[in-house]
């Protein structure tokens, strides 16, 4: 099957088993080296790419879904200035996940900042009980345990305070 | 570096995809290729275990393009959702009519980026039980249209959730038919009651998924629905325990709270013999720490009117 998408930019049409995942596609006809994905089975949370700025499994998205789709992995993400809000918490923290799990875990913390947001623009405000239960849950996804729980929180605290004041400031 | 036990795609020859628009192509898609398999969101095809026990080549009938299947309709007293919305959108279609268990219950499915990918008739059409969702619907009494595409002329039916499994927990779902949409009435005094004792994809040989729901009218309780999911065992409704508790006094003394759920253990042992001894004992305690609640609930709020 023949399909059309654009990653990380450049557009590509490839002829590739129509079931493939994706996460195969990028590393396998892509070359791509961020990935690290293991287990073919929805467990690692490794996988995580961008699909149509939505945070996605790649290990559950088959080929025949590409067509017309934006694809932004990691490599690409990184070089954002989404991934700012995320690496300035990083650094204030000054905790970040190990290298194998460093770019899905990144990739999940950027999907709860434009969840949280989404909802309440003045999230980054007030952080309730509720919200850090959700944040656990969604960092839950990917099964690296390289950093503690309550870390991870505190810097996905930060990126929203971040990422909510640069939304007022650009207003 | 792909080595040859990890790529399985080595020797499979590309699936052929039907993306039909409308029923009627749909139709039309499956006499061509009576063989081919309904793809929803994909989360549980596109798992290692699944893709690998499919044919070779395989047939493949995308879901995705059928407006039908992605609509939600609600009325004041209740809501339709199609087979292809994913479980995010329904459980965000659900909060402003469903208590807060309920969506809580919806979300304990999987991450919100999980639930962003799997759908409502995927997750429903799994060979074994992967989720909690046919629980949930079960205690939300909700209904299912089911078509059939057997012949040109393509027809619906409506089916209580129940109906769609036996009593093993199978799936009744002929391969020529899909579920079109779920219909839940909303009953706003109604109490729900979840529980999973681990993760049904990750554990299922050692989890019980338990849900209940009940009107209290007064001090009495009222059209209960009591449902346990033993992933790679079934689905058990057991109605002894439910005629026991039809038109229950609450508070339940704790002696009857025992043979209640001594009788619900001997009733689950006689349905499933082969059930490990630890999700037997799950499911009497679980059960035994929800009527506990009850009377909990039950004498908080007379506590709170008494301060009234």
Sequence with gaps: MIINFKVDGKYYNLNVNSDKALNKI??????????????????????IVLINSQAALSCLVPAFKLNDTVIQTFEHYQKTRLYRDIQKAYSEVERTPCPRCFAAKTLIIESILQSLLKNDSQKYKNIEEKDKEFINKELSLNSCHCIETQELIRIVEKALDYRGRRRVRKS | MITEEEDVYENLKSATVYTPKNFS?????????????????????????TNENLDNPREIISLDKIPELKEIFRTDNSIEVGAMVNLDNFAAACRPMFK???????????????????????????????????????????????RSLKRKKSFSRWIPISSLYDSNGKLTLSDDSIIVKIKIYTQKDKSYFFRNTGSPMLDSDTTTIFGISNLINQNNLLSTRIIFAYPQIGLHIPEETITQLANQFIPINPQRIQKLAQNLGTNIKKHFPNLSELQLEQSTRIFESYLYYLNRSFLELIQIHKRK
């Excluded at chain 2, 192509?25 to 275990?49: C, Q, V």
């Excluded at chain 2, 499915?109 to 989720?131: F, N, V």
């Design chain 1, 26 to 47: 990028l590393m396998d006809d892509l070359g791509n080296t961020s990935l690290n994905s293991q287990c073919h089975n929805a467990s690692c949370g490794n996988c």
């Design chain 2, 25 to 49: 192509e749909l139709s039309n898609m499956k006499m061509l290729a009576p063989k081919a398999i309904f793809w929803g969101g994909g989360t549980y095809l596109m798992t290692r275990e």
């Design chain 2, 100 to 146: 807060d268990e309920v969506i809580q219950a919806i979300h304990s499915i999987g991450t919100q980026i999980i639930r962003k990918q799997a759908t409502i008739g995927g997750a429903l059409c799994t060979r074994t039980i992967k989720t909690n969702l046919s629980v949930i619907l079960y205690c939300m009494e909700a209904q299912v249209e089911i």
